[in-house]
């Protein structure tokens, strides 16, 4: 009886699907294809009729797949990649092209290396797939494929859509657990669109009855049974069909009843090869059985026969027919027996030259952690030079794991915390780096655990670290460094302070690295300092420094060096108020990011580039912006706040309870890093929603707790904003006098700073202030004197704002003309004013005109154009009493001309 069925069963719409992916793909118009399913559903069945269609319409096929463990060995599935285009003669030098590619190692900066890496590789393939033959590569498993390989596919994926090339990669659905690598890579693909998923369903009771039909010739007697215990999974239907009696209880007692009537070679190969994994080299496998050739052969063939195995690509290498068939055998296997299988695939393995992750995995399983120590080292350092930090991570605990008494351990625990922190495990990183101090404190190298400092201090911030805390704990490092190490500390104080907006101390730490750092440049710490003179109100020379930082970064191909000052420079321009510079300087660092495929740091400049698009007045363009690098930035928390800050920016008067729920979230994620550039732009738009919404109480409430945490660090750049909103709530909700006060107090900081971009609010603060106290003599020129200064700077929400500021100090001046000015260009501004922000205005209604029924006749023909005479005319009035009436107009509008007469009249009756 043959184990497998002929046809495939409850799948043709699956394959009708692959069938029109293969004609597109000839046509040059290919994708990433991707199979998901529980483990036994069918992928590989399924994908194997898709190959042999493929091949009939004339493709060319590569098949690659990994296996369990192969996440903790680099390019493990791109190695077999290689090798499967090496066997086609075809494709052959690229296949070893790949495999040398592999094998170079890494010079100067790893991140570097890596994203040339992937780029290198992308082309090669991409090369092979732009033959006139169209190219189907299938790629199994991939829930046990490594980060490189991934980046490979993502990109390949980006490519395909111009290629005659269809990519189908198999995973089980049930196994992307939160670290696995591909779970955030299949998110990531599957919302740009940049991939396709079908999901092979289980089959139902009708479609498993045709199964069994298709596999016995009939129905058998049992298929209720078989159903309700294989639940639809075709791999469980298979297996249960094959027990000699009845229905086994699992999968593995239905596998190994029929592995009980195997020959005794062939169930002794087939416990043998099982420690080797779900495929493996023949070599290998002969190597550890010490059998005869005509024996393995023949015992080959009966497991080829009985479906155990099948042979891959020449024969040199074999698959289980399913990883849970190898599992079943696996487990089967008596424990010393296991042992020593383990233990001669180790051996083998490394005399055959394998990758070094496989043969300390072998030796670890055998028990033998002394001989497999060396081997899981000399993995991690080649997965670190690959900048496969997942990889990296997974080893180096391997190494820990196997690391005789007595071996130092702080180097190990060092660059596993190093490897940790890079994939985000922060929690583990503080372990790893606590350990490894320690280690190095007792073994009396007090140097060497201080240079641990500045990695640890950066993982708990990322765990909830107040600034205190850290400052702590790096300057308990300062007795213990000497020479670069005591330097890196005073720059890691520097940063820490620059995050918190502590300037003075951020200066003088900077300025002790720069000493203790002598004649060796550090970009970063230039960087560093750039911001913070930046923030000091030393535009011109901070932004000098972080340009040529810049300069020497990119001209060094140090890419994230040069991202960062990028970023750092561009954010900062949106933050104080210099808006065409931050255009500049955000647009080229995205461009910049993108090329070296820095992309949190482009996601993060991208959210800054909306907020200065908010700022300028593109509400529109802001609110598009911050969506896509909310959705491209995924699990970067400062992009996702400052995006977040944008989104309730801008529906602050369109959707205010859109704009409460992104506050409020930006505000949460913001407080719990306690970081004053993180948490008070969110604490101001919720000010402004307060006020907007009549309630002072609260807007007050939110500019004293911004006004708090500047005050604290004596803060410019994120206080300037509260300065006018705070002057108003408390004009709203207690007078003059307690908004004097206010006003008085904030400015003290944001004169002392003397940031240019952030003065204006001070007149702006007491414009408003006259105004509400009716000396409006001397608010117009103070607003008159912030008008100009947030045009000239492009700032829109409050340059808005002042211009029905102005409006109503005209209004109260008696000068109707000039108000409706300003209330026309506000509106042309803004288009649907906030109704708080008309509060007070000179109304909209003719009816409250300052006009005589007469005069406004007159000022309608005004406006539409007709002279005096004509005016005269149409009134049956003399001309000369038409120019008294335009006199007394112009009188009580406080307007000189015509065109003036037609502004105010257009801003009372808009229909005219």
Known sequence: MTLSSPVLIGRHDLLDLADRRLTEAAQCRGELLLLAGEAGIGKTRLLREITRRATGAGFAVIAAATAPGAAEVAAGLLTDLGAGLRRDPATAGTGERIMERLREGAEGDPDRHRRLLVADLTEMIERVAACPRPMLITLEDLHWADDLTLDVLARLALRAHTLPILLIGTFRSDELYPRVPMRMWRTRLLTQRNAEEIRLPRLGREDTAALAAAITGAVPARISAVFDRSDGIPLHVEEFLAAPDGVPDTLADAVLLRAEQLGPQARELAGAASVLGRSFDLDLLVAITGLAPAMIDAALRELGERFFLQPRGDGLAYDFRHALIRDALYTDLDPLRRRELHGKAAEAAAAAGFAAAFVSDQFERAQRPREAFPYAVSAAAEAVALSAHQEAADLYRRALRTAEPGTDRAPLLAAFAAELAAIDDNAGADRAYSQAHDLLLAAGDPDAAAALLPGWVAVRHLLGDRLEQRVAALRAGIPLATGVTLASLHAALAAAYMLDRRLAEALADGSEARRLYGETPD????????????????????????????????????????????????????????????????????????????????????????????????????????????????????????????????????????????????????????????????????????????????????????????AEIKDASYLFPYVVTGARAYLAGSGPTRAREWVTRVSELLRERAIPGTLGAIDHAWGIIHLAEGQTGRARPLLAAAASFWTGRRRFWEGTAVLLDQARCAHRSRRPGEAAGFVAAARDAFGALPAAWLAGTPSARADSSPLTARELEVARLVASGRTDREIAGTLVISPRTVAAHVEHIRTKLGVGRRTQIAGWLATVEPSS
């Open 523 to 710: 970009l970063d710490l230039d960087a560093t300092v750039g911001s913070v003179l930046l923030f000091l109100g030393r535009l011109d020379e901070g932004g000098e420094l972080l340009e040529d930082v810049i300069a020497r970064a990119t001209a060094a191909n140090l890419e994230r060096q040069a991202a960062r000052a990028y970023r750092m420079l561009g954010s900062s321009m949106s933050v104080l108020v210099e808006y065409e510079r931050a255009h500049r300087w955000l647009t080229a660092g995205i461009a910049y990011a993108e090329r070296v495929e820095r992309f949190n740091d482009r996601h993060y400049m991208a959210a800054h580039l909306a907020h200065v698009s908010w700022a300028t007045g593109d509400f529109a363009g802001a609110s598009a912006q911050a969506r896509a690098a909310l959705a491209d930035g995924r699990g970067g928390i400062t992009t996702r706040i400052t995006a977040l800050h944008v989104l309730g920016y801008a529906a602050l008067v369109s959707d205010p309870e859109a704009a409460r729920a992104a506050l409020t979230e930006a505000a949460e994620l913001g407080g719990a890093m306690r970081e004053l550039q993180r948490v008070s732009p969110a604490w101001w738009g919720l000010a402004e929603l307060a006020l907007l919404a009549g309630d002072a109480g609260a807007a007050i409430t939110w500019c004293e707790k911004g006004w708090a945490a500047s």
